[in-house]
């Protein structure tokens, strides 16, 4: 492949962080290599939390022209600044989201291992589908979304996907020629280097 083909690194939060922390892990992240987006995935609902998380993080990224979507909260996405929204209902809220938000912003939708939700969602306007995860994990209902789903997506659909969950250098390899971002998170976040970690990972696209 040539190197423009390669994918790109979208860069997910861990669901629980240090604010007095994780900001600074993040830039040292972001400097090390290239990465096209960073989406706040916290687990908390409460909302003084993740907008605190949302402002540090939001500072971080912007200075250095990445951008920050946040998952599933439309309306904090607007009142904070950030770039968009990312939603976890497949094809359900893209619309309304589109329409709330305006074109500018951008709108994923993670639409699980469903080829359908995603054409869906793409032709309501979402920028990207996230499908996942790839690899099994003890997590959700054990349904794996397969490399031949991002090989029939590549060649049929302009809409540009991310392969997340469970990722590993395997599936990375095998991914890599049929998705245009892989979902990178926990992964990384584990690791005692999380930047060095993300370098192994990103030597197998």
Known sequence: MAETELPQIYLITPPEIELSRFPDQLGKVLDSTDIACVRLALATRDEDRISRAADALRETCHARDVALVISEHIMLSERLGLDGVHLTD?????????????????????????????????????????????????????????????????????????????????????????????????????????AARLAGLRAAF
């Open 90 to 194: 497949g094809a359900r809220s893209v619309r309304k989201t589109r329409k709330e938000l305006g074109d500018d912003a951008i709108v994923g939708a993670f639409c699980g291992a469903s080829s359908h939700d995603g054409m869906t969602a793409g032709e309501l306007g979402c920028d990207y589908i996230a499908f996942g995860p790839v690899g099994s994990t003890p997590l959700g209902d054990g349904t794996v979304a397969e490399a031949d789903l991002f090989e029939w997506w590549s060649q049929m659909i302009e809409v540009p996907v991310v392969a997340e969950g469970a990722l590993d250098i395997d599936i990375i390899r095998k991914l890599s020629p049929f998705t245009d971002f892989f979902g990178i998170g926990e992964e990384i976040w584990r690791a005692e280097d999380p």
